[in-house]
């Protein structure tokens, strides 16, 4: 079953930059897309980048837009969230995430039904925590 492990987590103040780091043990390729969540205290889980696993697709968050930015080392199965001009509400316990096997679809179907939709499959890692403070 697939597993991931997140790290990378910290304390900046605002406007810093942070990278976080999500491997992957076994094949990803089946599962559409791989995201990252994040879940800020007393609110819900929330979808904010995520990247097909097929045609590099990917989807953001309009809160993240054009400060976070996803990406993928398929010969270290690992993923990456690139994190700049991080602001308060950007605290919270990020997570990777899979989306759900179906070969029906396209790459850009796959990462709006994982971040936008909430759509994921299997277990999620354990999380790493990013606080934004001054």
């Known amino acids: 079953q697939l597993q991931f492990v997140e790290s990378g987590g910290g304390s900046v103040q605002p406007g810093g930059s942070l990278r976080l780091s999500c491997a992957a043990s076994g094949s990803t390729l089946d599962y559409g897309a791989i995201g990252w969540f994040r879940q800020a205290p007393g609110k819900s889980y929330e979808g904010i980048s995520c990247?097909?696993?097929?045609?590099?697709?990917?989807y953001d968050r309009d809160s993240v837009k054009g400060r976070f930015t996803i990406s993928r080392d398929n010969a270290k199965n690992t993923y990456y969230l690139e994190m700049n001009s991080l602001k308060p509400e950007d605290t919270a316990v990020y997570y990777c995430?899979?989306?759900?096997?179906?070969?029906?679809?396209?790459?850009?179907?796959?990462?709006?039904?994982?971040?936008?939709?909430?759509?994921?499959?299997?277990?999620w890692g354990q999380g790493t925590q990013v606080t934004v403070s001054s």
């Open positions: 990247i097909s696993s097929t045609d590099g697709s990917t």
């Open positions: 995430a899979a989306g759900r096997p179906d070969k029906r679809v396209a790459g850009y179907v796959h990462v709006f039904r994982l971040c936008a939709l909430g759509e994921y499959g299997g277990s």
